[in-house]
């Protein structure tokens, strides 16, 4: 037993880093598994599957023996490590044959390229292969893929097996997902049917997916939309892919979509957001509706082919130095210079907001709405005067366009899936006759329509408000009478009391003062226990009209300006942009309000003020005149910061952890923040640190552990359950705090771009700071430079490093609430402080 303790002294560095602390027991009974592993280990190698290998090929290759594999790690393209093969380069051999079940013992492989040759048979399952990076089998013959081909292959970075057109038709499995470090994958023409299954969450490296030329069907996965992918291939499909595509608006960093001869329907969404994308191929499929703006006036698009859809509306005019073709499709007119007819024009608002349904697009063609247009008549002037849509289970809303058509008698719209109110505007159609919207699910106030209009609203419709009870206009114009006489007695009686009134007046006003601060030259009120709404002029004021000088900074939604009230307060204003409004910006908009109108801390950004004006939002939060960590972090010198000191490093972490203890665990009801991260942390002129940006904040409910939600934040502070699951508890705050800790410790990004060509696990911080950072020879090499940390400073980054791998456990049960990570951070703080007060330790 000595013997034992003695070996894991041996084999373990006493300051090694873990999640937890095992008992004794489990701890030696690892240690003489590994003992007996290492013994085995030792004695092992792969001299007999390499002989199966041999033996498989056909021809072999010239320098591989069939009848003896001893110096199997000399023959062509074979390299080892420690006589453990590690790399098999086979590629353009005309190899035919198998390959053997037994290649999966060969536990070391990282890179196996066999690529252009004529193997067939069965893939073996590769299960075993933990180390293999680079997996390239390409132009062979073989046959069939086991439904477990992907289990297990946790490392794997490159994977291309295309041009297997022999193999049984197979689909993509689940277990792809456990593939996280995947970078490229590369199955065309593999004969993949089925679905693409809902993964992507957790493959955040992925930047280029080539599934073209196979049989796949169905919707893009939904998990498409916040991933990295930059190459996107779905072409050529055999029965073709359906659905829309609106999440490609969420794939900010595409450049390249390859989606010709599918089967998508639906109008182009909006595709401004996607600034780098050079390429979009949607020939040969069914969309429908304008070609919106965005595409045309997109700035780095080279190609754009949208030929032979069901695109509608006027001809785009693209750039001159643009490749396009947008030829076979039912655009109102042939000319890019002419306009479409006012009535075609207002017909294509109406299909938009239900979706451009592809019968509409089959129907309306041509530039004369009167023309053999289905659902509409006209009359002898080629006015429109009747739309038939009823019975037609669209889905959407009313289009208030509706009431640009003055002739119009009759609307059917009954039997459908309408959501919505009825536009006010139709009350405007002075020969509207017949309204029927019977059979739908429409909400809100039924507008004031003339006594001449037959409106027809039941059955269907259980929310919207009924006019049966509204009250008479005489019995109002009675009220409103009474009113009236009702003041002019309050005045007489104001006049005759004017002491008493008086009196009254200052004893009112000494009440509102104690309760309200009154800024008497900007014209608002500013509540000390609330927010307040702050009209538009005043923020147009104190921003010197949203002047471009003084602009802090740009976020997800828009600008960030500086301001300053007239008694000297200064604030900064988030401008959220109409386009981020309208689309997701609405929520985050009411989540921030909600949720720092309900939570108030020294350690959380201050809510003072917010306006909607129109379809453009504005929130006024306290100013934080040192910016955000992100900047002192990584951007120090190009904006002339000095370098942050571990000290001030180590009060900014005990100050963001006290805001989210805050949010989890002591405010009225508990909070996950979903998007920690260096530029959401902002700092004052004593360098203290407040949270902020809270629109992606999550409220969790009395007597709930987790919810589920539509997976949202950062890639490279997304915890791996919550990536993968979409379910959200306090522990994903955690983890993302454990990533900032390691990015004050090594004055690295989560995840670094400049790594990118030495593989998926150098980008990611986290893991590469759990997986090689274990031992403190290993930390001091990876420690901010800038820091040159003396031995006490040393030891509390040490400290801070252990939290962090903590806090970044990949079970979220091993991580520990942020309660525990004050108490941690804090004492490390005040020791600190003792040490700048006496210039010596205790």
Known sequence: ???????????????????????????????????????????????????????????????????????????????????????????????????????????????????????????????????????????????????????????????????????????????????????????????????????????????????????????????????????????????????????LSSMTRITKVWLQKNQFTGPIPDLSRCQSLVELRLSNNLFTGIVPASLIFHTKLRVVLLSQNKLQGPVPEFRSDLRANYTGNNFCVEDAQVDCDQQVTTMLEIASSLGYPLTFSDSWKGNNACKNWSYITCNDLGRIVEVNLGKQNFTGTISSSLGNLPGLKNLYLNVNNLMGSIPESLTKLTQLQILDVSGNNLTGKIPDFAASVKLITRPGNPLLESNENKVPPSLIAGILISIIIFIALVLFFMFKFRVTFRRLIRFRRAKVHAKWTVHNEAGYLTSNIGNVVIPIEVLQQVTDNFNEKNILGIGGFGMVYKGEFHDGTKIAVKRMEATAMVTKGMNGFQAEVAVLTKVRHRHLVSLLGYCINGNEGFLVYEYMPQGTLAEHLFDWRARGYPSLTWKQRANVALNVAQGVEYLHNLAQQSFIHRDLKPSNILLGDDMRAKVGDFGLVRNVPVGKYSLETRVAGTFGYLAPEYAATGRVTTKVDVYAFGVILMEMITGRKALDDTMEDKGWMFMHLATRFREDLTCRKKILKAIDETLNPDKDTLASIYKVAELAVQCTCPEPSQRPDMGIVVNILAPLVQEWKHVAATGQKD
């Open 1 to 247: 037993m000595q013997f034992i303790y003695m070996l894991s002294n041996l084999l373990l560095p006493q300051d090694t880093m873990a999640c937890k602390i095992l008992p004794a027991t489990a701890s030696i009974n690892i240690f003489l598994s590994f003992f007996l592993l290492l013994n085995s280990a030792a004695a092992a190698d792969d001299s007999a599957t390499m002989l199966k290998l041999a033996k498989a090929f056909h021809p072999t290759p010239s320098d591989w023996s069939t009848k003896n594999s001893t110096g199997y790690c000399r023959w062509s393209g074979v390299q080892c490590n420690n006589n453990r093969v590690i790399a098999i380069y086979l590629d353009e051999k005309n190899l035919s044959g198998n390959l053997p079940s037994e290649i999966s013992t060969l536990t070391k492989l990282e890179h196996l390229s066999l690529q252009r040759n004529n193997l067939s048979g069965s893939l073996p399952s590769l299960a075993n292969l933990t180390w293999l990076r680079v997996l390239l089998i390409r132009d062979n013959k073989f046959t069939s893929i086991p439904h477990d081909f992907f289990e297990g292959l946790i490392r794997l970075q490159t994977f291309i097996m295309s041009f297997n057109a022999n193999l049984a038709p197979w689909s993509l499995s689940t277990a792809l997902s456990q593939c996280g470090r995947l970078v490229y994958f590369d199955a065309r023409f593999c004969n993949i049917m089925g679905t693409i299954p809902d993964i992507f969450a957790s493959l955040p490296s992925l930047q280029n997916l080539f599934l073209s030329d196979n049989n796949l069907t169905g919707n893009l996965p939904e998990s498409l939309a916040n991933s990295g992918i930059q190459f996107l291939r779905l072409e050529n499909q055999e029965m073709g892919l359906s659905g829309t595509i609106h999440l």
